[in-house]
């Protein structure tokens, strides 16, 4: 069975459908550009040699995936071609959908990364990111997320600098109907998150979510301030921050990648949440992330209601990215 229909069949349950959904309605914009610039190219080419390479480089890099990773890509394409001897430009579609699957997910073709939540005690979640990506919008989805999946949050208003970020993180708090500990504007964010944690540990509650200032324009002080808050959490819990997430916002496309590198140098960023996906034709710097940082995207964002936040699952992506094509030739 070909790798298109093998993901066709793979979204054919009720619940894998939703997902799917989800990812084909949410990537509809990269769908647009990336499938419709693939299927003319496609129709230019009558056999695959080195100017339909070409071609194919700058609609992989115009859809943002990124120069080095597009360069790994056209290799494994260019083998995998020779290999299977392929003449015909139509199969090279077949091959581009499973070779995005692999760079994303390397040889185990059903991860999912999740959250690492610790069983029977406080697991604490770090979120961090420059003001502007959606980190406050973004921990109030997760916060209903974890709700719904019957785990008691707490939420620690830590970006205290930006104006209006505390009583935003309140209207997410009363939203999802979750606790949020706060101090007054301009106080000390390492003293929020430790009052988080106290709060945390004294109602039991399962994960403790904190907002995190994104002054990037004051790089030094914003890292030294992070270092500060790690340390807080560490000392009161040996091993926390269990995640450190750091929200990009998809729009942003390469800026996107610089920030990630920034924050990666500061903090042990252990996953990325990325933003607003549904609102960029650049949807491919979920590869470039993932191939050049090492990084796992572990939520992508594809909406705007408080349910649009969504695990990132690698098939689905392509799933979505080249669902066009599906009900075109996959029948």
Known sequence: MSFLKKLKEKFKSEESEQVSDKYK?????????????????VARYRKVDEDFFEDLEEILISADVGVSTVMDLIDELKMEVKRQNIKDTAQVKEVISEKLVEIYQGEDDDVVEGLNIQENQLSVILFVGVNGVGKTTTIGKMANKLKEEGKSVVLAAGDTFRAGAIEQLEVWGQRADVEVIKHSEGSDPAAVIYDGIQAAKSRKADVLLCDTAGRLQNKVNLMNELTKVKRTIEKEIPGAPHEVLLVLD????????SQAKTFSQATDVSGIVLTKLDGTAKGGIVLAIR???????KFVGLGEKITDLQPFDANAFVYGLFADMLEDDVQ
Not at 25 to 41: H, V
Not at 250 to 257: C, I, L
Not at 291 to 297: A, D, G, R, T
């Open 250 to 257: 998809a729009t942003t496309g390469q800026n996107a990648m």
């Open 25 to 41: 309605d949410g990537l509809s914009k990269t769908r647009n550009s990336f499938s419709g610039k693939i299927n003319d190219l």
């Open 291 to 297: 191939n050049e940082l090492q990084i796992p995207v």
